[in-house]
């Protein structure tokens, strides 16, 4: 069983920086692939980021490229999303899933664990 629990949203102007944090409770985390999804109102979830449980690979939707980084941090049972040069269509919740296994993949029922979400709003 893995508890994953999102922090670090809030309100920010376009142009500015929020850093995700999610922290993971669990004895098997380190064997999980971690991804990043959003969804925004009356819109689907959709991936945004992953890696891979070495850390090693990232992976990231065309849509943030360039713009967000995300890591991980085994030691402290923790994976982050870097977001910069934020625009309103960054507006979403944003969701921490966990897959179990070693390859990152975008469809949400992959997915064996889910965080509740925080909110992330760029104002224009």
């Known amino acids: 069983q893995v508890q994953l629990v999102e922090s670090g949203g809030g309100l920010v102007q376009a142009g500015g920086s929020l850093r995700l944090s999610c922290a993971a409770s669990?004895?098997?985390?380190?064997?999980?692939?971690m991804s990043w999804f959003r969804q925004a109102p009356g819109k689907e979830r959709d991936f945004v980021a992953g890696?891979?449980?070495?850390?090693?690979?990232?992976y990231y939707a065309d849509s943030v490229k360039g713009r967000f980084t995300i890591s991980r941090d085994n030691g402290k049972n923790t994976i982050y999303l870097q977001m910069n040069s934020l625009k309103p269509e960054d507006t979403a919740i944003y969701y921490c899933?966990?897959?179990?296994?070693?390859?990152?993949?975008?469809?949400?029922?992959?997915?064996?664990?889910w965080g509740q979400g925080t909110q992330v709003t760029v104002s224009s």
């Open positions: 899933a966990a897959r179990n296994g070693v390859t990152v993949v975008v469809h949400t029922n992959q997915y064996d664990y």
């Open positions: 669990g004895r098997a985390y380190s064997n999980y692939a």
């Open positions: 890696i891979t449980p070495s850390g090693r690979s990232t």
